[in-house]
C-alpha cells in the first residue's frame, strides 16, 4: 500500500454500540470479523451509557471493562470507547455520530449491527439523518433464529446467543459459560454480576 493510499483510508472505522450487559461471545466475533475484512482501520466498540428503551443495566464504568476485558486479545485497533457516557444525555447513536464527525470529519464511519437491531431500525431516534451521516455504510450480522433483511447483505450469521439469556443464566446459577469470553465470566463470578 502506497503512503498516499494508507494516509487516505486511515480513518475508516467501524462502531459498534451497544448495551454489552454483558459483551458475549457474539459480540467478539463481530468484533473479529470486522478487523479481519480488511475493510476498517480501526474498530470501536461503545456501549451506551443509558439504553434508549428504559432496560436497566450495569453502571457504564462496569460494562466498559467487561467489554474490555471481552475484546482484549484482539489487540489495539479493537478499542472500547465509553464516549456515550461524556455527552448530554438522554443521548442517541445519532448524537454520538455527529460527535465523532465534528472532531474529524474525514472519518469514514461503517455501523455495526445485527440483522434483529437493523430490522427495528424504524424505532430509532432520527434514522433517516443517521443513516445519511454515514452515507449508509452499514455491516449487519445474522443471528440464527432471525430472518435476515432481504434488502441488505448480512456479512455472517452469529449464533442464537443474547446478552438477555446469559443474565437469565447467571441468575438462576445455569451454565453460561460458552456464551462468554473467559475474562468476563470470571468476573461476572468474582463481583457477583447479575444476581
Not at 10 to 34: K, M, W, Y
Request: hydrophobic share 45%; glycine share 6%.
Amino acid at each position: 500500500m502506497t503512503d498516499d493510499v494508507a494516509e487516505k483510508n486511515s480513518n475508516r472505522i467501524a462502531i459498534f454500540g451497544g448495551s454489552f450487559n454483558p459483551p458475549h461471545v457474539g459480540h467478539v466475533l463481530c468484533a473479529t470479523l470486522a478487523l479481519c475484512s480488511g475493510e476498517f482501520d480501526a474498530v470501536h466498540l461503545m456501549p451506551v451509557a443509558d439504553h434508549a428503551f428504559g432496560k436497566s443495566l450495569l453502571p457504564l464504568d462496569t460494562r466498559t471493562r467487561l467489554t474490555r476485558e471481552a475484546v482484549a486479545h484482539l489487540g489495539p485497533r479493537v478499542t472500547v470507547d465509553p464516549i456515550e457516557g461524556q455527552l448530554p444525555a438522554p443521548n442517541y447513536t445519532v448524537n454520538t455520530v455527529t460527535y465523532l464527525l465534528d472532531q474529524d470529519p474525514t472519518r469514514q464511519l461503517t455501523l455495526i449491527m445485527g440483522a434483529d437491531t437493523y430490522l427495528a431500525r424504524h424505532r430509532w431516534h432520527d434514522w433517516a439523518r443517521l443513516e445519511a451521516l454515514i452515507a449508509a455504510r452499514l455491516m449487519v450480522f445474522g443471528r440464527a433464529g432471525v430472518t435476515a433483511p432481504p434488502e441488505i447483505p448480512v456479512e455472517f450469521t452469529l449464533p442464537d446467543i443474547s446478552s438477555t439469556e446469559i443474565r437469565r443464566r447467571v441468575a438462576a446459577a445455569e451454565p453460561y459459560w460458552w456464551m462468554v469470553p473467559e475474562a468476563v465470566a470470571d468476573s461476572i463470578e468474582s463481583e457477583a454480576l447479575y444476581r
